[in-house]
């Protein structure tokens, strides 16, 4: 199977509104209030736990496995969390929408006095407890988001090692790739915590090692000896020789390769969140690797626009001498499959 880029993918569209706060000036003996319309995000979507197809052999392996039961002890937990999340969100609606009329009457009135200024301070602290419990009930669904994720994926490497050599057709990895990347755990930190390495575009620790089973991009030496970035999975890492044995994600090349620790790259390991780390993001014109949509190869690209929110992509533009302006046309890439330009020397 080849891995060449397909020009006729496209880049789809997006547009994001940004919302605007009114201002009021009140009297000269009132001071200036800053109107906050409070509005409720659309109801929680339904629960998707897949994220990745699963071949026959894992869904057999699934079916025989203990993990099986664990896996459906998450699902009831995720459910149980979700229900509760929900009706906590509910729950703060009356409230919110109690700020909003005192906060609409300042308005009218073009008045905010004392009484006024200590009733809404106190529908806000409200509103921040409720809020805080309902921001600790979404990280306890997305921690079982992941662990279900992790036995799903563990499940996974079980068939893939059970002996059973089932390849996963083409468009099935391609779908896996994609979810892989849509349900890559987003970094929540507290109020000023940094993100951490492998967060976005933040870099690994000079001296971290990936796991077995991790996605990494590796260089490897092609049969007529052009070198390649492809995407693979970790099988072992010696530290003895600071090598790596890692699989070509691609099945249908079935091959296994030996590199050292200077040929691999790991993946980010979590996605950072536009709106609250862009610092955590490749800025705009940044020279990157970034995975050719529909493929499983690296080539240079050059970021040419950032994500806005969480569930965006990066904005791409690859490096190709085929156009003549050197460069593709803009295509959207996952925050997971865009890494640093890695400069590896001509040792072996």
């Not at 002890?73 to 509760?84: N, Q």
């Not at 669904?141 to 994720?149: D, G, M, P, S």
């Not at 000896?225 to 492809?230: R, S, T, V």
């Not at 693979?232 to 020789?241: D, L, M």
Request: hydrophobic content about 35%; glycine content about 4%.
């Amino acid at each position: 199977m080849g891995k060449g880029k397909d020009k006729n993918l496209g880049s789809p569209k997006r547009s994001v509104d940004s919302p605007k706060s009114p201002k009021m000036r009140g009297r000269d003996s009132s001071p200036s209030f800053r109107r906050e319309q409070l509005l409720r995000s659309e109801p929680l979507p339904p629960i998707n736990v897949t994220p990745y197809p699963l071949s026959t052999s894992t869904e057999m392996a699934m079916a025989m496995s203990s993990e099986a039961q664990a896996l459906q002890e998450r699902v009831k937990v995720l459910s149980d969390i979700v229900r509760e999340l929900q009706k906590s969100r509910d729950d703060n609606i009356p409230h919110m929408n109690n700020i909003n009329v005192l906060s609409d009457k300042i308005v009218n009135e073009e008045k905010l006095t004392a009484s006024s200024r200590n009733k809404l301070k106190m529908m806000y602290e409200r509103c921040i407890t409720d809020t805080e419990k309902e921001v600790q009930l979404m990280k306890k669904a997305l921690h079982t988001v992941y662990q279900i994720r992790n036995i799903r994926h563990d499940l996974r490497i079980q068939a893939k090692n059970s002996g059973n050599k089932e390849t996963i057709r083409r468009g099935a990895l391609m779908k896996m790739l994609l979810n892989c990347a849509q349900t890559l755990p987003l970094w929540i930190g507290n109020f000023g915590e940094k993100p951490p390495p492998l967060c976005g575009a933040v870099a690994p620790e000079q001296n971290y090692v990936a796991k077995v089973n991790d996605m990494v991009a590796c260089l490897v030496r092609g049969s007529e000896g052009e070198d390649n970035w492809i995407l693979a999975e970790v099988v072992s890492y010696n530290p003895a020789t600071n090598k790596y044995e890692v699989d070509d994600i691609d099945e249908e090349q079935k091959e296994r390769h030996t590199l050292s620790r200077r040929r691999v790259y790991p993946l980010p390991l979590m996605r950072a969140n536009p709106e609250v780390n862009p610092e955590a993001l490749y800025p705009k014109g940044s020279i990157v690797m970034a995975l050719y949509p529909q493929t499983t190869c690296f080539y240079k690209a050059v970021i040419n626009r950032l994500p806005t929110l969480a569930t965006e992509e990066y904005e791409v533009l690859f490096e190709d001498p085929t156009y003549a302006d050197g460069y593709s046309p803009p295509l959207m890439v996952a925050q997971r499959y865009v890494i640093q330009i890695k400069d590896v020397s001509k040792k072996k």
